[in-house]
């Protein structure tokens, strides 16, 4: 039985996983769990335009899971969204790459390459995700959903391209690239920006034009430095003539390097090397 806090009560606070993780539910098995997730997720404001053709389909429920909620439910025998994230990142190349060529038949292939990154990569993802409230949707173990992990925006943008990922599994690439649709529709409505415009290219590849900003001032590239923080995150630091500029701990070195670039850009970090000497 469903519990009594929904979406539409709490909207700022409530997410699925505190829910659960807070509900007096006496059996906790999978099947239970099942029943639960399908009428909890039914008050989600989006459900019926976005998941109801899916029934109750574990591979949504999958989709949705976080790891710490995979190891803190071990006995509930759902795997996190990793492999589906993996899958879902693969298709939604493809589906994005196919949309490009028909909307800008003469660019070419290194300009098509990066308008896709810009679109399709972590801040842009997170936003989709974020108008959506997936945040709300996403199944987290009881110390990640007290660390905010609802507004992660890696743990965002992966729901978004494990969903879609779901949709490929169930209803065949023509279901994924409806799903799609629907997404990049929402997007444009909510944020009045089309999906697919070239202006995205504006706010990426945020490491090329830090390195551009810092030859013009400093005659000298910004470094990337990375370790291994545990729990299968790594900690990146960026420094410039030896004096840090930002650090950030993230499952991806990649993606963290190029938010780190986007901040220092944002907030002009880089004067910092100018007060120093």
């Known amino acids: 039985m469903a519990s009594e806090t929904t979406f539409s009560d709490i909207r700022s606070g409530y997410s699925i996983s505190k829910s659960y993780n807070d509900a007096p539910l006496k059996d906790r098995g999978r099947d239970s769990f099942i029943t639960w997730f399908y009428e909890e997720i039914k008050n989600w404001t989006h459900f019926e335009e976005f998941f109801s053709t899916l029934g109750t389909s574990n591979h949504l429920i999958e989709s949705l899971c976080h790891t710490s909620f995979e190891h803190e439910n071990s006995n509930l025998k759902f795997n996190s969204y990793e492999r589906l994230e993996f899958l879902g990142d693969a298709v939604l190349d493809l589906l994005v790459s196919k949309v490009l060529l028909s ?42 959903t007290q660390n905010g992990g609802q507004e992660k ?63 013009a001032i400093f005659k000298e590239h910004p470094k990337y430095h990375s370790k291994e923080s545990g729990n299968g995150e790594f900690e990146v630091q960026v420094t410039l003539k030896g004096i840090e500029l930002a650090k950030m701990t993230h499952p991806s070195k990649k993606k963290a390097e190029k938010i780190l670039a986007s901040k220092i850009l944002d907030k002009k970090l880089y004067n910092e090397v100018k007060d120093a000497h």
């Open 103 to 144: 909307r800008y038949p003469k660019l070419n292939e290194g300009r098509l390459s990066k308008l896709r990154g810009a679109l399709v990569n972590e801040n842009n993802l997170s936003k989709l995700a974020r108008g959506l409230e997936f945040g709300k949707l996403v199944l987290l173990g009881k110390g990640e």
């Open 153 to 215: 925006n890696a743990i965002l943008a992966d729901i978004v391209e494990s969903t879609i990922a779901v949709f490929y599994l169930e209803k065949g690439i023509e279901g994924a690239e409806s799903y799609l649709l629907k997404l990049t529709d929402f997007y444009q409505q909510h944020y009045g920006v089309d999906f697919y415009d070239q202006s995205h290219l504006d706010d990426f590849d945020s490491k090329t034009k830090l390195q551009e900003k810092t030859m």
